[in-house]
């Protein structure tokens, strides 16, 4: 039997209801993947990879560089790209062209006040892309529910991972966080900055409080529950965050984990080890420290990164810093140009900024590419990474044509449907939201 299901018989739990949901649900989300066909030929993978090399070496030097960047954008109703490759002089690009990243990042204030308003929205960055030749960003959200809750307006109602893990089963939530991912993909996003994996504990409860779905068995059952039902129905789930925090908001501290390495192990590693069973498609890095294992904040630690999520855990997705213009950061010694050339030394592939500019870190980067090749190849990586993500979410394709593999753009109707089909996709999907909040909540 797989170690990660026999784990789940060994754990204490109060609830014996509890014990039997989560050994049946953890069993149920690992046994697709224990029991899955063999991986495709060689030659199919070969040909992929190679079409990916090419597919990046046909873009200009500023739209490759742009794809590492999660980035806040301007306005809820009709795109524009507020920087232009002018910022990026390394990209020896002879005329000045819009810079759009690779991922756009939406807060409250990008929505509109409707579903229509906001499909309109995404619509027209993807238009935009299209008329400029531009690769278009996967879109994203933090929609956990509860507090943080960006389309609270607009969806079903999604109550907190705390009052979820409450109320709910995990065959429940699974059904409640799949019609969210519909709404969300009638609306045009492609990822959820979600779910919140990390357990309560008594340094952390001050500042996650019910954004978490509670202790070890609770985090790894429900956690594996919303990763299965977004990435079941077209959205890219993001587990956050890797390895955990403290009650100090990153926003304005560094946060610092005094847990010793075997409680370190114990309390921090093992939920983010057994929810990797669901195959989340990204994981959100931390600030956070751990003296006992790294002296550097995870996102900037290459043991945190490669030696232990890409490694030990065996994480084989996007990884995500957190916003490297959080106080956590800059506050103690980590400029954002630091920052960004130590996360993507550190095995990083996105670097997420909530300022609306990224040209000049993306200056900085190619410089220190320039001098440092090891560094370049480790850039090259996580360019790829991300146009591998780009085609799981639709926006690129593998397409053969005279008998070679290459990869093409998908327009959004081809995606997600026409604008009259998303309203009507997101009308049904609400609705049945809406039953399941009452059942559930009410």
Known sequence: MNKRVVFIYTVEMESPTLKKAVCFFIYAAILPFMS???????????????????????????QRIAQIFLVNIQGNSSYFAVENTGTIPHSK????????????????????????????????????????KILRPYLAVDQEGGAVNRLRD???????????AEKASPTEAYELYAEQAKQMRALGFDMNLAPVAECLTEENAPLLGLRSYGGKPETIVYSMAAVKAYQDNGISAVLKHFPGNTDTDPHT?????????????????????????????????????????????????????????CGRLGFKGIVISDDIFMGALAENGYNPDRAAVMAIEAGVHVIMLSEKTFGPVAEKLLEYAEKHPEFALKLRAAEKKVIELKIKCGILKFREENGKTVIVEEGTDEQIGTLQERKSAFAEAKKRGDEIYRRLFR
Request: net charge negative; with cysteine.
């Open 93 to 132: 690009e002879g005329s000045s062209h819009p810079l759009v990243p690779g991922g756009a990042l939406f807060f409250s204030y990008n929505l509109g006040d409707s579903a229509e308003s906001t499909m309109k929205f995404t619509e027209s960055i993807a238009r935009y892309c299209r008329e400029n």
């Open 36 to 62: 899955a066909s063999a991986s495709p030929k060689t030659e199919a993978r070969t040909a992929e990879t190679r079409a990916i090399e090419e597919y990046l070496d046909s873009l200009p030097e500023s």
């Open 154 to 164: 607009i969806t079903s109602y999604l109550s907190s991972n705390a009052k979820v």
């Open 253 to 309: 501290g560094l946060p610092e984990i005094k847990a010793g390495k075997e409680q370190a192990e114990t309390d921090f590693l093992e939920p983010f080890f057994f929810i990797m069973a669901s195959s989340p498609d990204a994981v959100l890095m931390s600030h956070a420290r751990i003296p006992s294992i790294h002296s550097e904040p995870a996102c900037l630690s290459s043991e945190w990164v490669n030696g232990i999520l």
